[in-house]
């Protein structure tokens, strides 16, 4: 399932998106929803960084709201590592930042792998590029992994 068009005939629950009193996107589910005939109709004015036209790429929520997607990114490469395989020849990478997440292609902001800003921590306060944090840009994993607060 790293790709991300892997649920487009996959029939998904219909859910209403809304935030609770504190914050976080929730999510309520209402029933079969056919991502072949369905459309997210929803107001931009009031989610102004989605604009998905539909729900393929989304593989998941954060506890935070933050959507996962596949680990696959739009250019059909690995989003950390990606290398040259069959007829996919330019490797590109995504440029995230220091939660791990990213708005490009989308413009909506989105994680492809766990992130340690999922937590209610110090990284959420800033805006930095994963590259000019030393610590994540040396080992992304590794950053994740000991971002978590204990």
């Not at 079969?32 to 998905?52: F, I, K, Q, V």
């Not at 950390?80 to 590109?92: D, S």
């Not at 937590?119 to 994740?144: G, H, P, Q, S, W």
Request: hydrophobic share 35%; with cysteine; aromatic share 16%.
């Amino acid at each position: 399932m790293c790709d991300y068009g892997w649920a487009r005939s996959a029939n998904l629950p219909a859910t209403t998106i809304h935030y609770d009193a504190y914050g976080y996107l929730t999510v309520t589910t209402t029933g079969a929803l056919d991502t072949n005939t369905a459309s997210w109709d929803l107001n931009l004015n009031t989610y102004p960084m989605l604009r998905l036209s539909d729900s393929s790429p989304i593989v998941g929520t954060a506890l935070n709201g933050v959507f996962f997607f596949g680990a696959t990114s739009h250019y059909g490469y690995d989003v950390f590592f990606p290398k040259a395989y069959g007829f996919k020849q330019n490797p590109r990478k995504i440029n995230v930042d220091q939660c791990l997440g990213t708005a490009d292609h989308y413009s909506v902001y989105r994680y492809h792998m766990f992130s340690p800003c999922i937590y209610a921590v110090d990284l959420r306060e800033t805006a930095m590029d994963c590259i000019d944090n030393k610590k994540c840009n040396k080992d992304m994993f590794k950053y994740a992994i000991e971002s978590i607060p204990k």
